[in-house]
């Protein structure tokens, strides 16, 4: 099979490999789509002894199998389902989940991967392939987070900093719930400019003076944590969806003078799968322009030099359609 090796500095690398072969207790899960993600930009720039990719669907190719020949997502922490989290229904918290596919373990951007059976979500038929990946990082942590400020906020007006996939994500899910207005503030003016067309409010900076019950700050940048912590209203939440290694905020007056909460949101527990399905069912066309470009394994390294420009939403590797019906798409 073929698989991409990330080489470090943008570089990536389509090689062959055996076909992996499934242990007890794992199937082999044919490729058809695995979504680029933000995090992959830190294996782009520094090379990774895995091939990355955990926004996987596939079709389960494991003869005997109860799930053979079925479309299934990859959920990414191995959860072992006996840990005090995971019996409580706190799965991608798991205590002995150590490995993440895609991070510790052999992820998405190749032709084939095994997967744990666990890890398994089975796709509904009316769900098609190329946007069943947002149900994982996008939809899924954005509305994990919404549903952790739930009981604290009502829904009403919220803001959300960052426009990239995780911030339009979390734009669509706040819709859905109920929050309105949404604005939505980047830097990026075309980002901004699809932020509008999803039904936000684009902000080209956000007001120092305007305070909000609901912030999501969902870009990892120091500027927008700062802005998040000033701009929620007393007795508000935020919620970190954003990442970065490390941060620095200033704790101005507009922080200490009041009191509010903090959520972090780290992916979803399986058990709210099916929520997020309803979901992607309900905000389908929203769903359908984040995915704005699809290419095969020999696409991959020019569609993240665009990702990583910003140029691109949330685009794909896909593995389902023919390369040359893709030659338009990557324009
Ligand atoms: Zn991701
Ligand atoms: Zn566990």
Same mark, same amino acid.
């Given at each position: 099979m073929k698989h991409a090796i990330f080489r470090g500095e943008g570089r990536i690398e389509i090689a062959e490999a055996p076909l992996p072969c499934a242990p007890a207790g794992e199937v !082999?899960?044919? #490729? !058809? *789509?695995?979504? !680029? &993600? /933000?995090?992959? !930009? %830190?294996?782009? %720039?520094n090379g990774w002894p895995v091939t990355p990719g955990h926004e996987i669907v596939g079709r389960v190719d494991q003869p005997g199998h109860a799930?053979? /020949? $079925?479309?299934?997502?990859?959920?990414?922490? #191995?959860?072992? /389902?006996? &840990?005090?989290?995971?019996r409580g229904g706190h799965t991608h918290l798991c205590e002995n989940?150590?490995?993440?596919?895609?991070? $510790? %373990?052999?992820?998405?951007?190749?032709? +084939?991967?095994?997967v744990?059976? $666990?890890?398994?979500?089975p796709v509904p038929d009316d769900v098609p392939t190329h946007l069943a990946p947002l149900l994982l990082d996008t939809l899924g942590t954005a509305a994990h987070g919404v549903r952790l400020a739930q009981g604290l906020v009502r829904p009403g007006p919220a803001l959300v900093l960052g426009a990239g996939p995780i911030g339009l994500g979390a734009l669509i899910v706040l819709q $859905?719930? /109920?929050?309105?207005p949404v604005e939505v503030f980047d830097p990026n003016g075309f980002r901004r400019g699809v932020a509008g067309e999803l039904g936000g409010v684009p902000l080209a900076a956000v007001d120092p003076k305007a305070r909000y019950p609901l912030v999501l700050e969902c870009s990892g940048k120091d +500027? *927008? %944590?700062q802005a998040a912590l000033e701009a929620v209203a007393a007795r508000g939440v935020v919620i970190q969806l954003g990442e970065a290694d490390a941060w620095q905020v200033l704790e101005t007056k507009a922080i200490r003078r009041k009191d509010f909460f903090y959520a972090r949101s780290f992916y979803f527990p399986v058990g709210e799968y099916e929520a997020n399905v309803a979901l992607l069912r309900a905000a389908r066309p929203q769903c359908e322009r984040l995915v704005d470009a699809r290419v095969p394994l020999a696409g991959l390294e020019v569609l993240f030099g665009e990702f990583a420009r910003g140029e691109r939403l949330k685009p794909q590797l896909s593995l389902e359609v023919p390369p040359s019906a893709l030659a338009g798409a990557t324009r």
């Open positions: !082999l899960l044919r #490729v !058809l *789509a695995c979504s !680029l &993600c /933000g995090s992959d !930009l %830190r294996p782009l %720039r799930r053979h /020949g $079925q479309r299934c997502l990859v959920y990414i922490p #191995v959860w072992c /389902g006996h &840990c005090a989290l995971c989940a150590t490995d993440l596919m895609g991070w $510790q %373990r052999a992820g998405g951007y190749a032709e +084939a991967v095994t744990p059976e $666990q890890c398994l979500l $859905q719930m /109920g929050f309105d +500027a *927008a %944590r």
